[in-house]
């Protein structure tokens, strides 16, 4: 590892007890989408407070910032989020399922490590440029609402991403990777009814009935099925079915609708055909329909040439290492689901020879956290989820890696997560999250061929133009 990067690396370590600080403030707060106030309050002080410009509710985005360190190109773009998810409220470093605030939130996804491991790859690439004046700009960009609400998507629409030369991320995980291949575009739209009230019984020819509306609207959407592309997904939830009498025509229903493709404009043109299902399950019904945006994401664009760059610096500084406690906690909160022998990571998902190989790794650890760098799969890849990063990626190089934050098989949004979040475990994954991203942005800013290449791989993947599915006129909102 070069100096240049071992003294990143170094930066990281010495604010480790900072990092491991905020990952825990943050885990507690557990704010959901859009109203991480206090999340986003204390990375803008402790960025100003390192010395970074900190700009503060970019794009129109109240929990949106960007923060900056250096001058001159490159650019390096940093991705933190801070969201928590509802009724995941639970208590740190527990074995069993215990509520600290009854139907409290709580960080299911790890999103208070992702923030800070942000931070400490920002602070990092920090000390870099302080002995390297003019080697190029970092920007850690604060991202709200990545469980809904898609604030990168609105960045992307506004042309945020296209400032920068390339963008890091990386997610907690239960496996040491990096990240590759696409992953599903996504669309949700409320739609919001309203009819006329009346005696179900005395007088029905008065009503004119909500809840027929979005039933109707639901059968609309069960046929298009047939004829919409297999790789397409959607999904709804009525989010108001008008009251719970029976004998009341309903006057109001509202249900929520999320449309996924593997391609954003699909994903678009499916959006149209389910508005005008809507709009047609209305005038069945002589009820009035309100349409309502609440947010959209594209499908994920990989870079090979970043991924490997990723993979270079992760190798060079390995993966986290624990205490025989550690082990011997994962071993047992791996105990409270199933599916905890799985074989994880995207290179076993994908290729058999792979499986077989990260098997063995399994088998050598011998425990639940996967301590081991998982590897590198650069082929055809997908998942079915779907995250705001491929936003990101449609404007500008982008590539992220994983980090064990939980033992293996740990179930996304759980609380298993939760709990795990605000152990050591948790801690050593944000540090080293940061330290991998940082020597990777130096090795960005100190090789400008690594850039030219990640480029050009971009432009041919990106040549048919990138589509936003946030209506122009849109604001960030939550369903209601």
Known sequence: MTQEKQAAVAA?????????????????????????????????????????????????????????????????????????????????????????????????????????????????????????????????????????????????????????????????????????????????????????????????????????????????????????????????????????????????????????????????????????????????????????FIDGLSDTVSNFALERVLYENYKELGVPSYTEEEYAYADALAETYPGNDQIPGVAAENDSAAKEQVAAMQAAVGHKMNAFLAPLYQKDAFKAGSTDVGDVSWLTPTAQIHVASWPNGCPGHSWQNVSCDRTEIGHKAAVHAGKVLAAAAVDLMTRPELLLEARAEFEKRTACGFVSPIPADAVPVVPD
């Open 12 to 292: 990281i370590e010495a604010k480790a007890e900072l990092i491991s600080h905020v990952a825990d403030q943050i885990w507690e707060f557990a704010e959901l989408s859009l109203q991480e106030y206090r999340s986003a309050e204390l990375y803008c002080r402790i960025l100003e407070e390192e010395g970074f410009q900190v700009e503060k509710g970019i794009c129109g985005i109240e929990t949106a910032f960007s923060a900056s360190y250096g001058s001159g190109r490159p650019v390096i773009g940093i991705l933190a989020e801070y969201d928590a998810l509802s009724g995941l409220s639970q208590a740190g470093g527990s074995l069993e399922r215990q509520e600290v605030t009854e139907g409290g939130c709580g960080h299911g996804c790890g999103h208070n490590l992702l923030g800070a491991g942000a931070l400490a790859a920002a602070l990092g690439v920090k000390a870099f440029l302080e002995s390297h004046p003019g080697a190029g700009t970092v920007v850690l960009y604060g991202c709200p609402g990545e469980e809904g609400g898609a604030a990168k998507a609105f960045m992307a629409r506004d042309g945020v991403w296209k400032e920068l030369d390339a963008a890091l991320t990386w997610h907690p995980e239960d496996v040491n990777e990096v990240a590759t291949g696409s992953s599903n575009s996504c669309i949700q739209v409320q739609y919001k009814f309203t009819g006329v009230a009346s005696h179900a019984a005395g007088a029905p020819e008065m009503g004119r009935s909500a809840l027929d509306a979005v039933e109707l609207m639901n059968i609309g959407v069960q046929f298009l099925r047939e004829h919409m592309s297999d790789k397409a997904r959607v999904h709804y939830a009525i989010t108001d079915a008008g009251g719970c009498s029976p004998n009341v025509v309903q006057p109001r229903a509202s249900v929520l609708y999320m449309v996924r493709s593997n391609h954003v404009a699909e994903a678009i043109e499916l959006q149209a055909r389910v508005d005008k299902i809507a709009e047609g399950a209305a005038l069945m019904t002589e009820t009035k329909v309100e349409r309502k």
